[in-house]
């Protein structure tokens, strides 16, 4: 009966090995900042990612040509030390600070950069945000122009970047892009290491896996490198010791957590050991929002419900007014959402500089458009006209059953309830809620298989083109089928348009079209729902919600009392608990400053 | 014994196969892809993204692929890249000619491409494994010594008390107990972190909300079987003996009366190891269990079927082991006449 102590030993040291291979690596000591990344992200390759998740991963590890300032988005240089745009705005060329290094060491020349975008634009490297760079002379028919092998039929000279020397890089566009700089500080933009790739391709011949990635294996040009990663746990990066603007660099290690759990995550921030989370469940939104370290700001999002204009009875302009009048959005804004939201007549969210957006026709006129009336009874009663001269309601044809289409979500849920009922209320109309699993709901959305469905669009740049360009005839993102040529035409104009007020006026004129034909039902623009510890320091709310980790430090106390002090007296700034190192963390040349500062001589000479 | 090992591997074989059948066909025929996305991409980047997983073919090829163990991709190294760092048509002596699950290949991962399949699941499977394992340390102490208080004194207050607590602790979704014990022990009295794997004290506050529903369980099955147990005939012999009561419980009683706990077991430690998504989720530990879930909703289809297939290995397994056991404890029962 040996073979008891023969299995009471092999488990026991099957949970040994366990415990070893389950703990492994998680010895390492805190991180100087930890924050939610709330998943796992798709790769640490920037050409082949998307999402926001993964965008603040690649701000860490790579870099490009320009980065945004953390507060007015501005670009602020990073591999570029200048620029010039030439009068017409159709070449753009950047000269390369010398100093910039490779995470091994290597020099980062123009040549790099070549390499980088021909792997980016080629067909076979599949980068979903290829399109980005197709702004370029020949990029779109080098990336789409196939042969049967799937190889680009042009060569990469055809594209027009170039590099006259080691240190400059040129751009040719086939239209002024007023927003190319903001595409530069994108990071599907930001260079790869080919000698880091081909080695890897060298040593591992066949794999599935993308090797080069591998933290012992990846070479970035980025503020930090890769040290530690387990999947769906986290990312722990390191200052790189090559990054050529390292001694402003403050944080030594981050951790990137993916937590995907609402409650968890809050859990985590509360009990100090994330320091930055970037989403909050909306049950919890009024407890937060009188807290300092929760301030929502607006965000370059739109939510909207998408209307099927092919099938009837909302190919009738009037009944899609109609449906769009009476939505409650104040209500919707005030009892569902709660934490900073607007309610939007526009598709177009507000804050971006230069525009004017273009709202939809309503009882009574805004004097902000920023803060649109609605839910007014004059747009009821407007509404309920509009549907009789339809010839829907009272004594007319009956209004068929109409499906409100979403994605599960309890948030979406509640809105589409407070939708269905307004419809049902003011306008008779039988509405009723379908929601479909996100891969399905997607599909259903593309094939025009809806009557109305939830949908939402996050800018990709500052700039009302993101969203105007949405709904031009045939875009893979219209998924209304809607189709109007003056529309087009605008939009294809304001591409052209080299003044920035007239390429703004033609944007406008778009979106006002657009307002009038309603293939989408405008509800209301986002916020941003970053709560992080007040003595995170360098880290702004802005309209993108994009960060980048150069400008990161640790407030000290002294610092903090100071940010205290000039607080609004608005019962929005209660102080809470600042977690944190209290001593704050600067970087090397910060510190350098301060001691300068407080040295009395050099004092004087600072002034 | 050989002979029943023999043919519960028969029987693995074709559970296996049809596990793998049935899954793969479920999973195609569910709308949507794994590179759909809320924004739509360019036609010709898709079809090239698809084309690199073979998305392209038809569905028998793929599945004749994933399968193997002969390596239908002559453009295999189209996830391999040339020397100028693009994916590349590639073929020759250093392109596997096995491949597939057969030969011990689950594929890439379509939704995390850093990462093959087999790296994911040795990830994750040691953290779900020493997960479980606590967590039916957890259960079987706390049940089984539940359940002998309770058959040595049936109808007592303590019997009546510890059934209702077990009554509790299987209506209670365990998210809830977790709930509950964050508020508790994370909130109230700052004992424990509250999320995160790492250290043992990360891993006392998910293990025990785990195991809490399967120790409600087996301190009913103990009770149970040990009521029957004490009053059988060899019982009284033991204590005609003269033996202590302690004795006759620990080495005659519990022998016997643990033979539904044993059988339970091996149901339990593959519900623990599957059902361990919702506490993962809540206390954050990168388990397998929150891939089951989530290669689903991606439909990450290389990932679904490895843990799929993992998980069937799993149950097979336990349940193979847990008959071996009883026959150890139980002399009466016989592998042969199955």
């Known amino acids: 009966m040996n073979l008891r102590a023969i299995s009471a030993l092999a488990l026991l040291a099957l949970v040994l090995a366990a415990a070893v291979a389950a703990t492994r690596g998680t010895s390492l000591p805190p991180a100087d900042l930890v924050f939610n990344n709330g998943t796992e992200i798709q790769t640490l390759d920037p050409a082949t990612v998307t999402g926001i998740p993964e965008g603040r991963v690649m701000r860490m590890l790579h870099e490009g040509l320009v980065i945004s300032h953390p507060k007015t988005l501005e670009p602020v240089p990073a591999l570029a030390e200048r620029w010039d745009i030439s009068d017409d705005g159709l070449v753009y060329t950047f000269y390369l600070r010398k100093n910039a290094r490779w995470s091994n060491g290597d020099p980062l020349t123009s040549a790099d950069l070549m390499w980088s975008y021909e792997r980016f634009l080629s067909p076979k490297t599949a980068a979903e945000y290829a399109y980005q760079l197709w702004y370029v002379k020949g990029a779109r028919a080098f990336t789409l122009d196939v042969d049967a092998n799937g190889d680009p039929v042009h060569p990469f000279s055809t594209v027009g970047i170039t590099a006259p020397d080691d240190y400059t890089v040129r751009f040719e566009l086939d239209a002024p892009t007023a927003f190319f700089m903001e595409i530069m500080a994108f990071y599907a933009q930001f260079p790869v290491n080919r000698k880091c790739i081909e080695e890897a391709q060298r040593d591992f011949p066949s794999t599935w896996r993308q090797e080069w990635v591998k933290p012992e294996r990846l070479v970035c040009n980025g503020p930090y490198i890769v040290e530690f990663r387990r999947i769906n746990d986290r990312i722990r990066v390191r200052k790189n010791p090559y990054y050529w603007n390292r001694d402003e660099i403050a944080l030594e290690t981050i951790d990137v957590l993916a937590v995907e759990s609402y409650t968890t995550m809050l859990n985590m921030y509360l009990t100090g050991e994330v320091h930055y989370i970037d989403r909050i469940a909306s049950n919890v939104v009024q407890d937060l929002v009188p807290r300092e370290d929760f301030v929502p700001e607006p965000y370059l999002g739109s939510y909207f419900y998408r209307v099927n204009v092919t099938k009837p009875p909302c190919d009738d302009k009037r009944v899609r007014r109609a449906l769009a009048l009476v939505i409650p959005r104040r209500q919707i804004c005030e009892m569902i959402t709660k934490s900073g939201q607007l309610p939007s007549l526009s598709l177009v969210p507000p804050g971006l500089p230069g525009y004017t957006r273009a709202s939809m026709r309503t009882a009574a006129t805004a004097s902000d458009a920023n803060e649109p009336v609605t839910d007014a009874a004059a747009d009821r009663a407007e509404a309920k006209r509009l549907m009789a001269e339809a010839g829907f309601g009272p004594g007319g044809k009956p209004f068929p059953t109409l499906e409100i289409h979403y994605n599960t979500s309890e948030a979406h849920r509640d809105i589409a309830l407070v939708i269905a009922d307004a419809w049902s209320r003011e306008l008779g109309i039988d509405a009723k809620l379908l929601n479909q699993e996100w891969k399905v709901y997607l599909d259903t959305q593309s094939n025009l298989g809806y009557d109305v469905s939830r949908s939402a669009w996050i800018g990709d740049y500052a700039d009302p083109n993101t969203f105007i360009d949405l709904f031009v005839t045939g875009g893979e993102n219209n998924k209304t089928g809607w189709s109007n040529a003056e529309y087009d035409r605008l939009v294809r104009a304001a591409a052209r348009e080299l003044d920035p007020t007239q390429r703004m006026a033609l944007l406008g004129a778009a979106e006002a079209l657009l307002m009038e034909e309603l293939p989408i039902l405008p509800i209301y623009s986002y916020a941003t729902q970053d709560v992080y510890s007040p003595r995170f320091g360098g880290f702004y709310s802005n309209l993108k919600d994009e960060h980048f980790p150069q400008f990161w430090y640790w407030m000290d106390d002294r610092e903090l009392a100071a940010k205290r002090a000039a607080y609004p007296a608005d019962g929005l700034h209660t102080l809470v608990e600042a977690t944190g190192p209290r001593a704050g963390l600067y970087s090397p040349a910060e510190r350098a400053r301060r001691a300068a500062a407080s040295s009395p001589e050099s004092a004087g000479q600072a002034r | ?338």
């Open chain 2, 1 to 338: 014994m050989l002979r029943f090992l023999i043919r519960r591997f028969i029987w693995f074989v074709i559970t296996v196969f049809t596990v793998m059948l049935v899954s793969f066909t479920l999973m195609r025929s569910v709308r949507g892809g794994p590179f759909d996305g809320e924004r739509a991409i360019d036609p010709a980047i898709k079809a090239n993204i698809e084309a690199r997983y073979h998305l392209d073919w038809p569905i028998w090829r793929q599945f004749a692929h994933y399968v193997g163990p002969f390596n239908l991709d002559e453009r295999r190294a189209l996830f391999v890249t040339d020397d100028a760092g693009f994916h590349v048509v590639r073929t020759g002596p250093d392109v596997d000619a096995f491949g597939g699950v057969l030969a011990g290949d689950f594929g890439p991962s379509f939704k995390y491409k850093d990462f093959s399949v087999n790296d994911i699941l040795a990830q994750s499977l040691p953290i779900s494994i020493l997960l479980g394992l606590m967590a039916l340390m957890f259960a079987l102490a706390l049940g089984v010594s539940a359940g002998i208080a309770s058959a040595l004194r049936p109808g007592s207050l303590l019997d009546v008390s510890l059934r209702l607590a077990a009554t509790a602790g299987i209506a209670l979704p365990n998210f809830v107990i977790a709930s509950f014990l964050i508020i508790l022990f994370v909130f109230m009295i700052p004992l424990l972190p509250v999320a995160g794997w790492g250290s043992i004290r990360h891993m006392l506050l998910p293990s025990f909300c785990l195991g809490l529903v399967y120790a409600a369980y087996i301190a009913r099955l103990t009770r149970t079987g040990m009521l029957e147990v004490l009053s059988h005939d060899y019982i009284r012999t033991a204590h005609a003996k003269g033996l202590a009561p302690r004795t006759v419980v620990m080495r005659h009683a519990l022998k016997g009366g643990l033979l539904p706990v044993v059988s339970y077991l091996g149901p339990a430690t593959a519900g623990i190891l599957t059902g361990s998504l919702v506490i993962e989720r809540i206390f954050f530990i990168p388990g397998t269990g929150s891939h089951f879930i989530n290669s689903a909703l991606n439909r990450d289809y290389t990932l679904a079927m490895g843990v799929t297939i993992l998980y069937t290995v799993l149950v097979y397994a336990l349940n193979t082991i847990v008959d071996i056991a009883y026959t150890l404890l139980d002399p009466r029962i016989s592998l042969e006449d199955e």
